[in-house]
């Protein structure tokens, strides 16, 4: 049987139940990355979907997955096109039997789904559980309660609790079939032209893929232990080790979640538990509680504002001109890295809707396009949270000179990123 594993938000080898079951079921398998198109579009702000450094992370991550496979004789087959076109294309060309992917729930990835379903009847697909320690399936849209408090009253002891174990990767029974592996792009091809340098003031200055996702693992909760103080420094805004940084890793499936909960949970026996990495697994359960949130509300976590979009303050925004020193660090640092703090994120956005009073989802966009840890369920439901819109109704207005004073006392954020 020939089969088709479709890599999407899970750019990894470990946790990754669909391709082991691709590769013990399969006599050959074509690992499979589609760079769709709709990547490079444009928003209906002016800005295009992706920027550069969200690409380049993109890149890393699918170049250090290509070497991963090709450590047990696989290969990646990246193809930039359409994900209809793609697929017709493979369909056409090669005898797929089966299609493997992880599940998805956010809408363009069902709508891809459902695409493919309807279109091959023949064809037998065949998912797993997505990037997330709850099943959504598991719950009753219905019962979800919009209030973050409520939900972990409920389920926290249940996410704490859940244990997790990983089979071992055997591939050796997978092989890829006889296809012209010369066709595929180099994930190299997904910057070319693209002008972007390193800033060395990012806060993030990591490689994308799972072997860095790793190794920050190693470092930041063993080597450094720097866990042990997260609670304290999570909310400052300079340096790569005030926080966790997992962030970009999990959003595009780099690091597995359940991992990286099974790691905290190891250290803590080791080493003892404290407020700092109990907080760590407390910031995830958020993580879970916004996919919840969009799996009881769909779409209409991106539902129109009740807020006009002024393009002259929307600009001064986003190309860091409004005159609020503190404000413009902070997008200035997002354009140049593609990284923000949490503190800089909510300060930033509540600027945006309250002090500019401009639609969110102007805002919510171009953290879209910008972040590299862009997650669809936390970046819209966090600006609805902040915004008190949709699923919402409690506004969340931030005093920017109260947070500039009390997290950027000295103004070495500001210097560092205006000077």
Partial sequence: MNSVYWFRKDLRLHDIPAFKKACLESSTVIPLFIINESLFDKTAYGFTRSAASKLLFLYQSLEDLKKSLQDFGLDLLVIKAAHQEAFKELFTKHHIDKVYFSEDIAHEEK?????????????????????????????????????????????????????????????KAALNPAIDWQSSLNPQDLISGLEFESDPRS??????????????????????????????????????????????????????????????????????????????????????????????????????????????????????????????????????????????????????????????????????????????FSNWANWQYIAGEGYNANTHIFDIEFQQNLYDKDASFRKTWLD
């Fill in 203 to 376: 806060a993030f200055p990591f490689y994308g893929g799972e072997v860095s996702a790793l190794a920050r693992i190693q470092y930041y909760l063993y080597e450094s232990q720097k866990i042990k103080s997260y609670k304290e420094t999570r909310n400052s805004l300079i340096g790569a080790d005030f926080s966790s940084k997992f962030s970009p890793w999990l959003a595009n499936g780099g690091l597995s979640v359940k991992l990286l909960m099974h790691e905290i949970k190891k250290f803590e026996a080791e080493f003892g538990s404290n407020q700092s990495s109990y907080w760590l697994k407390f910031e995830l359960l958020w993580r879970e509680f916004f996919k919840l949130i969009y799996y009881k509300h769909g779409l209409k976590l991106f539902q129109k504002s009740t807020r006009t979009f002024d393009k002259n303050k929307f600009q001064e925004w986003q190309e860091a001109r409004t005159g609020n020193k503190f404000i413009d660090a902070a997008m200035t640092e997002l354009n140049l890295t593609g990284y923000m703090s949490n503190r800089a994120r909510q300060n930033a956005a509540s600027y945006l809707v309250h002090d500019l009073a401009c639609d969110y989802r102007a805002g919510a966009y171009y953290f879209e396009s910008r972040l590299i840890d862009y997650d669809v």
């Fill in 111 to 171: 709508q891809q789904e459902l695409w493919l379903r309807q279109n091959f009847p023949d064809k037998k697909f065949v998912s797993s559980s997505d990037n997330y320690v709850f099943n959504h399936s598991d719950f009753e849209a219905s019962s979800i309660k919009n209030s973050f408090t409520s939900f972990r009253k409920k389920f926290e002891n249940k996410f704490l609790s859940t244990e997790f174990t990983d089979a071992p990767l055997d591939l």
